[in-house]
């Protein structure tokens, strides 16, 4: 199977944006699953230009050789339930991280993420929760300082106040090599009140 790239990007971290029938937003899917659907005949429509091209296997009567164009954003002819709620993205330190965009969200140090830890405002042994809404990045002197008290009680106020991301959100802030078609996309798909310019 051979492989070309429509824009020169990394073919192991290209993700295709994958959608139902209808349009609902589901989630990333890998290029290779991605050609299951479009071998299995199981895609509804895409958008975008095709950013990628596989090359399979020739034809043993024709001698053609396959050839699948992949698209950014493609639709499967599947449905999900109606009334279906938006999934909750998991909480991970990744996931928390990227939300805070790598900034200590006390000292509003920029770090790597190995040197970033999840901070509990209300911590864990005064019955706080391990939830979006009750953890933010925080760089260890920063984490240790705090301790097990409230922010307000170590006098470190918060630079930003803890929220759930939705799962858009959560979908841009977990693909680092997202391709314009596909961010397009998802910045249109927002809450109202997160959508840029």
């Known amino acids: 199977m051979l492989l070309d790239l429509k824009s020169g990007q990394d073919v192991h971290a290209t993700r295709v944006l994958s959608l139902d029938a209808n349009g609902r937003i589901l989630d990333w899917m890998s290029w ?21 091209t596989i090359h399979g296997g020739h034809n043993r009567i024709s001698g053609k050789q396959s050839l699948i164009e992949l698209h950014p954003i493609v639709a499967g002819k599947g449905r999900a339930r109606p009334g279906l709620l938006e999934p909750a993205p998991a909480l991970t330190n990744a996931a928390l991280f990227a939300r805070d965009r790598n900034l200590c969200m006390y000292c509003g140090s920029h770090h790597h993420r190995q040197a970033l830890t999840r ?19 925080a760089c260890v002197p920063c984490n240790v300082r705090k301790g097990s008290r409230t ?7 918060l630079l930003a106040v803890p929220y759930r991301p939705s799962w858009v959100e959560h979908l841009i802030l977990s693909n680092r090599n997202i391709l314009a078609d596909q961010m397009q996309f998802l910045v249109s798909h927002l809450p109202r009140n997160k959508r840029t310019g």
């Open 119 to 137: 901070d509990h405002v209300l911590p864990l042994s005064r019955g706080g929760r391990d939830t979006w809404v009750n953890v933010v990045s």
């Open 151 to 157: 922010p307000q009680q170590a006098g470190m106020p």
């Open 32 to 52: 290779q699953d991605a050609v299951c659907l479009y071998a299995r005949d199981a895609v509804a429509w895409t958008l975008g230009d095709a950013c990628m």
